[in-house]
């Protein structure tokens, strides 16, 4: 997750040796949807929900293109 994520973009923490916790930081959803997409593998967003809101309403485009 390390090479996916850059320090400047967010910081991977190990949480065990399969699971980490990825903080990102932005003044807008915008940036935080990138971030969110760009994940290959299974993960749940912890906070705040209309991150959640708004990765699922990208998602719901994206399906309908």
């Known amino acids: 997750m390390k090479k996916l994520i850059p320090p400047s973009q967010g910081v991977v923490e190990a949480v065990d040796a399969t699971t980490c ?27 705040p929900p209309e991150l959640r809101a708004a990765v699922h309403e990208h998602a719901r485009r994206l399906l309908n293109s």
């Open 21 to 47: 916790e990825v903080r990102f930081a932005a003044n807008d959803l915008g940036p935080l949807v990138s971030g969110v997409v760009r994940i290959y593998w299974p993960f749940e967003i912890l906070d």
